[in-house]
């Protein structure tokens, strides 16, 4: 078996290291000239680490995040809604980190490098199409650098994993139209800052109409610690604007963003500091795509973004195309036809991560900020009074048994 995966993303590069520890055959093909450190911060959530960890990645994930010890959910004024503790001081076996998206990408893509070779990934190589019969798959991949030769490639089975505007699910569902966009422009930058309380905490304050994200991605050094900060504000109709063809990572100045920053406060840190010294800040709109019926089409499947776009809202976009990952190798190596593993992975992740969809358009577990600032928009002197202990812990806690990384006590019950 010869497995082609076209996008080398952190889901694409996940599966290529997990079919060559199960002994199958890959080839990438990535769209950009070269894999960079590009982007912000993410979160990566234990049942997903879990996973790289069984890649042997976690000393070098070390190297370049950190272990997240608490999260707290914040009013917009920087009032405590909910706080947990997170990772291995939850009780999971494993941690949950925050870390810098391209280190992390770039961490996954020096390992498949250093394991299968320096020809694993063919860069400058975009998706143009595909045919296949029932002996193999044939991907034509165009040259994005210099329009010069493309690429013909023939395998058993081709994984998508080609981001939002995916080609592969653009062929199987050409009438889709655009990614889903509520009206909300999220705007993230990273900025080297004196340590904000222990190092290895993230803040979100206020709901969907409006929030402020705090976390570290970098180990901290001489007091001071790579910050990711968001601002998440909705700034247009979508019935009326649909989002811009070309503001899906586009450098703003200062003044488009300082004012919706103000609007928060963060116990201990300064926001608009913070946000006055980042060098660079990039606007994303908020967007996702509707759960599809299916994924798998003979011998070619979506994975990761391609096939479950999701809002980023529990921590769970990476994490959700690693358990991809995992799902599909493991079918693939187990399974006596490319085809059979194919439908067995989809049958499996389709409707967990169609869930996941759903409940993050509904504010995830960040909910449990929508539901105060509703009934206590002013703020509030006790927080019971306005929304008791087991409320806040029901939306919290369904949440991480519907994104599946809720820990297991002691006694063999769920717990957040």
Same mark, same amino acid.
């Given at each position: 078996?010869?497995?082609?995966?076209? $996008?080398?993303?952190?889901?694409?590069?996940?599966?290529?290291?997990?079919?060559?520890?199960?002994?199958?055959?890959?080839?990438?093909?990535?769209v950009?000239r070269?894999? *960079?450190?590009?982007?912000?911060?993410?979160?990566?959530?234990?049942?997903?680490? #879990?996973?790289?960890?069984?890649?042997?990645?976690?000393?070098?994930?070390?190297?370049?995040?950190?272990?997240?010890?608490?999260?707290?959910?914040?009013?917009?004024?920087?009032? &405590?809604?909910?706080?947990?503790?997170? /990772?291995?001081?939850?009780?999971?076996?494993?941690?949950?980190?925050?870390?810098?998206?391209?280190?992390?990408?770039?961490?996954?893509?020096?390992?498949?490098?250093?394991?299968?070779?320096?020809?694993?990934?063919?860069?400058?190589?975009?998706?143009?199409?595909?045919?296949?019969?029932? #002996?193999?798959?044939?991907?034509?991949?165009?040259?994005?650098?210099?329009? $010069?030769? /493309?690429?013909?490639?023939?395998?058993?089975?081709?994984?998508?994993?080609?981001?939002?505007?995916?080609?592969?699910?653009?062929?199987?569902?050409?009438? &889709?139209?655009?990614?889903?966009?509520q /009206?909300?422009?999220?705007?993230?930058?990273?900025?080297?800052?004196?340590?904000?309380?222990?190092?290895?905490?993230?803040?979100?304050?206020?709901?969907?109409?409006?929030?402020?994200?705090?976390?570290?991605?970098?180990?901290? #050094?001489?007091?001071?610690?790579?910050?990711?900060?968001?601002v998440?504000?909705?700034?247009?109709?979508?019935?009326?604007?649909?989002?811009?063809?070309?503001?899906?990572?586009?450098?703003?100045?200062?003044?488009?963003?300082?004012?919706?920053?103000?609007?928060?406060?963060?116990?201990?840190?300064?926001?608009? $500091?913070?946000?006055?010294?980042?060098?660079?800040?990039? &606007?994303?709109?908020?967007?996702?795509?509707?759960?599809?019926?299916?994924?798998?089409?003979?011998?070619?499947?979506?994975?990761?973004?391609?096939?479950?776009?999701?809002?980023?809202?529990?921590?769970?976009?990476?994490?959700?195309?690693?358990?991809?990952?995992?799902?599909?190798?493991?079918?693939?190596? *187990?399974s006596?036809?490319? *085809?059979a593993?194919?439908?067995?992975y989809?049958?499996?992740?389709?409707?967990?991560?169609?869930?996941?969809?759903?409940?993050?358009?509904?504010?995830?577990?960040? *909910?449990?900020?929508?539901?105060?600032?509703?009934?206590?928009?002013?703020g509030?002197?006790?927080?019971?009074?306005?929304?008791?202990l087991?409320?806040?812990?029901?939306?919290?806690? /369904?949440?991480?048994?519907?994104?599946?990384?809720?820990?297991?006590?002691?006694?063999?019950?769920?717990?957040?």
């Amino acid at each position: 078996m010869k497995v082609l995966i076209a $996008g080398a993303g952190i889901g694409g590069l996940t599966t290529a290291l997990m079919l060559h520890q199960r002994g199958i055959p890959v080839q990438l093909f990535e769209v950009a000239r070269e894999v *960079r450190e590009v982007g912000v911060g993410i979160n990566v959530l234990p049942h997903a680490i #879990r996973e790289l960890e069984a890649l042997g990645l976690l000393p070098a994930l070390d190297a370049v995040g950190v272990r997240t010890r608490k999260l707290s959910y914040l009013t917009k004024q920087g009032q &405590e809604v909910w706080s947990e503790l997170r /990772g291995m001081h939850a009780g999971h076996e494993v941690p949950q980190f925050s870390i810098h998206r391209g280190r992390l990408q770039k961490t996954i893509f020096d390992a498949v490098i250093d394991r299968l070779g320096p020809d694993a990934v063919v860069t400058g190589r975009k998706l143009a199409g595909f045919v296949q019969d029932e #002996r193999c798959v044939t991907a034509h991949f165009t040259n994005s650098v210099d329009g $010069g030769t /493309g690429t013909t490639a023939q395998g058993d089975v081709l994984i998508c994993a080609d981001g939002i505007h995916s080609v592969g699910r653009r062929s199987f569902y050409p009438s &889709e139209g655009p990614p889903s966009w509520q /009206g909300v422009a999220m705007w993230r930058g990273a900025v080297d800052w004196p340590v904000w309380q222990d190092g290895e905490s993230m803040a979100i304050g206020g709901g969907l109409g409006g929030k402020f994200v705090l976390y570290p991605i970098a180990p901290a #050094r001489d007091g001071t610690q790579l910050t990711n900060w968001v601002v998440n504000v909705r700034i247009k109709d979508p019935a009326l604007s649909p989002p811009p063809p070309d503001n899906w990572s586009r450098q703003v100045p200062l003044a488009t963003v300082l004012p919706h920053a103000l609007r928060f406060g963060v116990p201990g840190m300064d926001i608009g $500091g913070l946000v006055r010294a980042t060098p660079a800040i990039f &606007e994303y709109p908020m967007a996702d795509r509707d759960p599809l019926p299916r994924w798998t089409f003979g011998r070619i499947t979506l994975l990761g973004d391609a096939a479950h776009p999701m809002y980023p809202v529990g921590s769970n976009g990476a994490s959700q195309a690693i358990l991809d990952a995992r799902c599909l190798a493991d079918a693939l190596a *187990r399974s006596e036809h490319p *085809r059979a593993a194919l439908w067995t992975y989809e049958k499996d992740r389709l409707p967990k991560t169609a869930e996941v969809v759903r409940t993050n358009r509904v504010g995830g577990p960040e *909910r449990v900020i929508d539901e105060v600032e509703k009934r206590a928009p002013a703020g509030f002197s006790d927080i019971n009074t306005v929304l008791d202990l087991e409320a806040r812990r029901a939306i919290v806690g /369904g949440y991480a048994n519907t994104a599946g990384f809720s820990r297991v006590k002691s006694d063999g019950k769920r717990a957040v």
